[in-house]
């Protein structure tokens, strides 16, 4: 369930609430999409700060960007597929390929510029999750097993 917030600004706004088999396809037809996980807004203050900002960022990028909701179910599958640490996120795609993502709340001139720098990347995996004093080679040795093409 997405907080009361979360749920009427879905609605007021028409979005697309996917789960992780429709995500792909959702995202593959389109240029750029950016999807949306909630986590959990009771647990996370962030959450609906996120929620409401979403909308503005969608606006502020004139109709490039084109939202994507996950299902709450399917966050942590796609929080797997993108590696990303922390709810609330956002993932952007570009015809359904890896672009980068961004994680809690930010700033509003910080989002612009990451976004901005974000969009104009070439896909590629996600990056290996990140653990607390894990050297880098550890990581990169079972990166590449997790290759998944849709």
Request: hydrophobic share 40%; glycine share 6%.
């Amino acid at each position: 369930m997405f907080s009361p917030l979360f749920a009427s600004i879905i609605e007021r706004h028409d979005y697309a609430v996917c789960d992780e088999g429709a995500v792909a396809a959702c995202a593959a037809r389109e240029e750029f999409s950016v999807l949306f996980l909630a986590g959990d807004a009771d647990r996370l203050m962030e959450s609906n700060d996120v929620a409401v900002i979403f909308p503005e960022l969608i606006k502020a990028f004139g109709g490039r960007l084109t939202p994507i909701v996950v299902a709450r179910e399917s966050e942590r599958v796609l929080q797997r597929k993108y590696r990303f640490s922390a709810f609330p996120a956002l993932v952007f795609l570009k015809r359904g390929e890896y672009l980068g993502a961004i994680s809690r709340v930010r700033d509003w001139a910080d989002y612009i510029e990451e976004i901005s720098e974000i969009l104009g990347r070439e896909p590629s995996e996600p990056p290996p999750f990140k653990l607390p004093g894990q050297q880098k080679g550890a990581v990169d040795a079972h990166h590449h097993e997790h290759h998944e093409h849709e």
